[in-house]
């Protein structure tokens, strides 16, 4: 009879009657039980295609893409309904690199993509996704299929990847979060924050760098997930078994990126993002900021005193109060009434003058900035198409939508007055982006997205990135031949491109001392290596001490800037008595003897990728105990430090790695591979060169390039190894690198018992100013017999030090040392 009648009505269709099938009711009233949002999760492979070095899997719903980006590099894609986003990365300005070979094998169980280094495996049965290296060693593992969840207030799908923790993995990177170095059994939320005086373990702050380093059994991995939505981290906190990322929108991208080594990683990761431009050489001497230093009186005071005290400095910051009314690109002409006669005064005496922009424009008709974005429609629009509006420093202000090209250009032309006036570097600040009262931007802010299109959800944590780009990319144009100098407060993967970075507003505390260290080596190991802390703490008081043991830190620091807030007590490197005004100018001064140094690290990361700090269990990843060191990191390859960390601390336990080291202050020779206890007197902080190092050294000055250097100073440790140094030289502000007008010299040194020699390598257009070396070798086991430079006999005299000296052509080959 059911039968019957569903035929019945069957044949009713055509004349509106309601129609019964089997298992599906048909009505003329809307649908009520609507489908209940879960999360979904891929089922078994169905099939596969490819095109070229894209390989397309899907379950027949949903698609992944498997693209060979490099030997070393796999991106992986997810498009829960098998259609793909456009393919677009503000962090990736290129995914193809070169691939050698990659071949694609199948057998009952997987599909095996494979290049020369690494073999993506994709299980058939269950979608799971997995590395290994080509003797079959897995390296990361999917624990469950990729999985989504639909998105019903803004369309789209929260994504998520869950992985495989293996039982012994450390993990390391994720910017500069707040917390110990390994990161296992933390959770981390990606969404660029004004943070003032955060805490250890506060979450989020100012950045928001999705790739992480994981260590297993000594070997090395990194998966970078590319997703600018607020991102999520579990790093085996809620599972000891997982460890998972996911997003609140855009897709599930990510790059798998091998190893071994966790300094490849790191390597590879950059040629994805970019590494950070070379910065002109006065960037890496010493900064002093304050919020604020006006009025003009008071800028050339802090400028004599300077100088009156023989306190090196290369750059002095102007805070908001240098514009009128907080108005971005102006001046307060009450309290600089002649800015470009007095930053020519400041060149003059050798200071670059670094001015802070924000990103809110005041709204004010009489504004000539306002003006111009309003009329061109430059400002972030809401949903319903009102301008953005938000207090900020100026008051009621409008922002610009950096993710627009033809706003970005427009930025960049904004700097030409400030440029003109003789402004050497800018500082954009408040860009995550802040404002008062209500945090950020609402989520409904659209924003273009370079075309691509996207709300605020999509465009918050690249929009600092995005603003500074601008600033960098129109001051490249407005200094034609000059390096900018720019640095920024929020940034995504990428920023490194165009910007230098700081912790943000820390506090003046020795917990934030520790902090700065663990900082500033994850910000190295996670792609943004010109990175500081404000020297001293931003907010609250540092007594003598503090500041003094900061100031030690800060030499170290990628970027070195001292940084204080308005309401507390001035900061400079003579607040605080003569005492510890003399023991701040020796290492300020040993910032400067070591810049050429520095320079060369800084080339080093420019040109091959290498971070320019590096922790312990980066220089030994394959001893376990060095997990846990945090204290000890090595400035480039040839320096280690250790900060003291605590208040009147006497000595403390240094960890030297496998080999041969000096302590700098003596020249004493010490065995690697294991603790030794050093003593930490106000006047010292733990400092060692490896053995075999070829040392640069530039005499004490005021500033860069305040003296000719008639003769470069090298320091030779003697070793009884092979040991290769480096040391690059060029203009130190121009582009005329990138037409090799540089020096790229290499030194081997080997070492016995009884004797040294120094070979020397150049490459490179470039012609130094001074035309000799002083030789000095440090810490020789034996008494000198013979020296010879290219086959002539010279002579070496000793110094008070116990070192020998040797005068030599900057272009010898050889130096021959025998003992007696």
Known sequence: MAKDLTKQQETDENHGTQVLEEGVHHVNNPVLDLPEIVKNYLGPVAGYHQENNNYYFSDGSASVEIKVVSDEIIRVRLAPKGLFLEDFSYAV???????????????????????????????????????????????????????????????????????????SEAFYGLGDKPTHLNIR????????????????????????????????????????????FKTYFDFAAEAQDQTSFWSEGGELQYYYIHGPHMMDVVKRYHTLTGTHY??????????????????????????????????????????????????????????????????????????????????????????????????????????????MEGYVWPGRCQFPDFTNAEVREWWGGLFKGLVEAGVAGVWNDM???????????????????????????????V???????????????????????????????????????????????????????????????????????????????????????????????????????????????WSFGETHEALNRKFIELRYKLLPYIYSVFWEHAKYGFPI??????????????????????????????????????????????????????????????????????????????????????????????KKIDSLKLVVYHTLREVNSYLYEDHGDTFAYEQQIYLEKKFVVKGAPDRLSIHQHVEGLYSEKYDTYDVYLAALPFKIGQVKVDDTLVSAEPDATGRYLIKVSKDFRSIQIVGQ
């Open 93 to 167: 300005p290129q995914s193809d690199q070169h691939v050698a070979v990659y071949n694609f094998e199948e057998d009952q169980l997987a599909y095996r993509v494979k290049t020369n280094t690494v073999t993506c495996v994709i299980n058939k049965a269950d979608f799971l996704v997995s590395f290994e290296d080509r003797e079959g060693k897995a390296y990361n593992k999917d624990y469950a299929p990729m999985h989504w969840e639909e998105n019903p207030d803004f369309g789209g799908y929260y994504v998520y990847c869950t992985k495989l923790a293996m039982a």
């Open 185 to 228: 059994g933390r959770r981390f939320v990606n969404w660029n924050s004004d943070t003032y005086s955060f805490q250890f373990h506060q979450d989020p702050l100012y950045r928001s760098i999705p790739f992480y380093i994981g260590l297993h059994e000594g070997d090395a991995y990194g998966i970078f997930f590319d997703n600018t």
């Open 613 to 706: 700090l590096r922790p312990i269990t980066m220089v030994e990843q394959r001893l376990e105990g060095n997990i846990q060191r945090e204290e000890e990191f090595c400035f480039g390859d040839k320096v280690l430090v250790s900060p003291v960390l605590n208040p009147g601390q006497p000595n403390k336990m240094v960890y030297l790695p496998v080999g041969e080291w000096y302590d700098y202050w003596e020249d004493r020779l010490l065995e690697g591979g294991k603790e030794h206890k050093v003593d930490t007197p106000i006047d010292k902080m733990p400092m060692f060169i490896k053995a075999g190092t070829v040392l640069p050294e530039y005499p004490v000055m005021q500033y860069v390039n305040e």
């Open 431 to 461: 860009n995550e982006p802040a404002v008062f009262g209500r945090g950020t931007f609402p989520n409904d802010v659209r924003h273009n997205f370079d075309g691509f299109r996207g709300s605020h959800r999509k465009a918050h944590n």
């Open 463 to 573: 929009y600092g990135m995005q603003m500074v780009r601008a600033t960098y990319e129109g001051l490249k144009k407005l200094f034609q031949k000059k390096r900018p100098f720019t640095i920024t407060r929020a940034a995504y993967a990428g920023t490194q491109r165009y910007a230098s970075v700081w912790t943000g507003d820390n506090v003046a505390t020795w917990e934030h001392l520790r902090l700065g260290a663990l900082q500033l080596q994850r910000l190295s190991t996670s792609g943004m290596p010109f990175c500081g802390t404000d020297i001293g703490g931003f907010s609250g008081e540092p007594d003598a001490e503090l500041f003094t043991r900061w100031i030690q830190f800060g030499v170290f620091s990628p970027f070195m800037r001292a940084h204080s807030a308005g309401d507390t007590a001035e900061r400079e490197p």
């Open 278 to 387: 070379l910065p002109p050489l006065w960037a890496l001497g010493f900064h002093q900021c304050r919020w604020s230093y006006y009025p003009e009186s008071k800028v050339r005071d802090l400028a004599k005193n300077f100088r009156e005290r023989k306190i090196p400095c290369d750059a002095i910051y102007l805070d908001i109060d240098y514009m009128d009314g907080y108005r971005c690109f102006t001046w307060n002409k009450r309290y600089f009434p002649d800015p470009k006669k007095m930053i020519k005064e400041l060149a003059d005496d050798g200071f670059h003058t670094v001015v802070i922009i924000d990103p809110g424009i005041k709204v004010d008709e009489n504004y000539w900035v306002f003006r111009e974005g309003k009329k061109n429609r430059y400002f972030c629009r809401r949903g319903d198409d009102y301008f």
